[in-house]
């Protein structure tokens, strides 16, 4: 039936897990793979804050970004780290992100933000900034492409690629406070 969802469609032979994302661009509207969900944690969100990397959140199949929270919002629990801000992408639902972290002051690019200027000003900055630090994961630690097969292929690729992001962080932070 047309608009149907088909959980369990094979698209590749090569690696069977595989889903179509819509990424939205004009010349490729549609790319095979896997949707990881990326959380940083900063002390801060002044230009140039760099945090640590929380172990990337996925599931088999094409989830939207939401649908991943709950589980982000469980290792934030688990490691007993408090936010109070969060900057989303406009992909979120505004409403599930107060309903998760009800005593974080969430900003979702575009559809929710705080009431004073200067915060959202920052947070907005600083979600900016979140797509550079996308850009340079993919470029430098090679998330572009998972170089190994399936899904848990893809998330072993992915948690070495966050683990030398973060320890490059940590090095950079030694150097800075010594």
Same mark, same amino acid.
């Given at each position: 039936?047309? %608009?149907?969802?088909?959980?369990?469609?094979?698209?590749?032979?090569?690696?069977?897990?595989?889903?179509?994302? %819509?990424?939205?661009?004009?010349?490729?509207? #549609?790319?095979?793979? #896997? $949707?990881?969900?990326?959380?940083?944690?900063?002390?801060?969100?002044?230009?140039?804050?760099?945090?640590?990397?929380? +172990?990337? $959140?996925?599931?088999?199949?094409?989830?939207?970004? /939401?649908?991943?929270?709950?589980?982000?919002?469980?290792?934030?629990?688990?490691?007993?780290?408090?936010?109070?801000?969060?900057?989303?992408?406009?992909?979120?639902?505004?409403?599930?992100?107060?309903?998760?972290?009800?005593?974080?002051?969430?900003? $979702?690019? %575009?559809?929710?933000? /705080?009431?004073? /200027?200067? +915060?959202?000003?920052?947070?907005?900055?600083?979600?900016?900034?979140?797509? %550079?630090?996308?850009?340079?994961?993919?470029?430098? #630690?090679?998330?572009?492409?998972?170089?190994?097969?399936?899904?848990?292929?893809?998330?072993?690729?992915?948690?070495?690629?966050?683990?030398? #992001?973060?320890?490059?962080?940590?090095?950079?932070?030694?150097?800075?406070?010594?």
């Amino acid at each position: 039936m047309a %608009g149907e969802k088909i959980t369990d469609r094979l698209v590749s032979l090569a690696d069977p897990d595989a889903r179509p994302i %819509g990424k939205g661009k004009l010349g490729k509207r #549609y790319e095979f793979g #896997y $949707v990881f969900q990326l959380a940083e944690i900063t002390e801060n969100t002044r230009r140039g804050a760099r945090g640590l990397l929380l +172990p990337a $959140v996925s599931r088999v199949g094409s989830p939207n970004e /939401p649908e991943l929270l709950p589980t982000t919002v469980r290792e934030l629990d688990r490691l007993g780290v408090r936010l109070r801000e969060a900057a989303f992408d406009g992909g979120f639902d505004p409403g599930q992100a107060n309903r998760l972290l009800p005593e974080t002051a969430a900003f $979702v690019a %575009g559809r929710q933000q /705080p009431e004073s /200027p200067p +915060p959202k000003k920052r947070l907005a900055g600083y979600r900016v900034g979140a797509e %550079g630090r996308i850009s340079h994961l993919k470029r430098s #630690y090679g998330l572009r492409r998972s170089r190994l097969r399936r899904h848990d292929g893809a998330r072993v690729w992915v948690g070495w690629g966050i683990l030398a #992001y973060n320890l490059d962080t940590l090095a950079a932070r030694a150097v800075q406070n010594a």
